[in-house]
């Protein structure tokens, strides 16, 4: 049986143009939207959505270009730029009936969520970001052999056509990688499947995702540290100890995006929502009490 999220329904949203997002959808409540990471799909939320839907309506959408969403050739650093991204997460909610929702990403969802959060403070009303640096702040912070940690990163980076051919030769390989480098315990194998098999089919698209964080995403965040533009809802971050391995103090990076901010370190792993979902949920919930 293909793993899914306990008793949500699927749905596929028109957010733009040629563009529709599958989204699991369950509990009642008030809006919780939760966005997943590389190399992964909604799957990745399933124990904290199933105890959130408790009392929230929790939507988990594959994000553009990943899982059971569309995936749109690369046009130009617009297509994945996150702040697109964003705004297909909005029109996500704004279709299913919420104006108005928390927002709680991992990785890649995390940069689209904190994204949100800076171009759409009316929509977005709570922030949970996890095991990630916002997207100026992670390039600045990786130089010399440190940064190796990132090789894929650079790789993705690259002008279109090298990255695909090299990752669509071995991308079970490739995606493989990650999965079993950055977790603390094995994935279910039908989950780490499933992770795999959507992958595979997204090659260019999670390049062209990463592409743009080396391009049109840094520009934004540069533009916007310069105008001196904050997250104004409440943040809460969850990440690994990295700053001390890498150098930098991450408390201190984000609390400058996030006058409101609760920054704590964790002893999960970086896939945390599946090895700590109970403190994951936790840590939405005390979220959702602020503000």
Known sequence: MH???????????????????????GGSGSPVVLLHGFPQTHLMWRHVAAD??????????????????????ESGPGTYAKRTMARDVVHLAHALGHERFALAGHDRGALVAYRAGLDHPGAVSHLLCLDVLPILDSWEAMRGTSAAVGFHLYLMAQPPGLPEAMIGASADAFFGYFLDAWAKSPFPADVRAAYLAASRAAVPSIVADY????????????????????????????????????????????RAWAPDLVHRTTDAGHFMAEEAPEEVAKALRELLARG
């Open 211 to 254: 592409r743009a964080s080396a391009g049109v995403d840094t520009e934004h965040d540069r533009a916007d540290r310069a105008a001196g533009r904050r997250l104004t809802m409440p943040v809460t971050v969850l990440q690994q100890d990295w700053g001390a391995a890498l150098g930098y103090d991450a408390e201190a990076v984000w």
């Open 3 to 25: 793993p899914a999220v306990p008793g949500f329904a699927h749905h596929t949203v028109p957010v733009a143009e040629g563009v529709r997002l599958h989204a699991a959808v």
């Open 52 to 73: 959130l839907a408790a009392d929230h309506t929790v939507i988990v959408p594959d994000l553009r270009g990943y899982g059971a969403s569309d995936k749109p050739a």
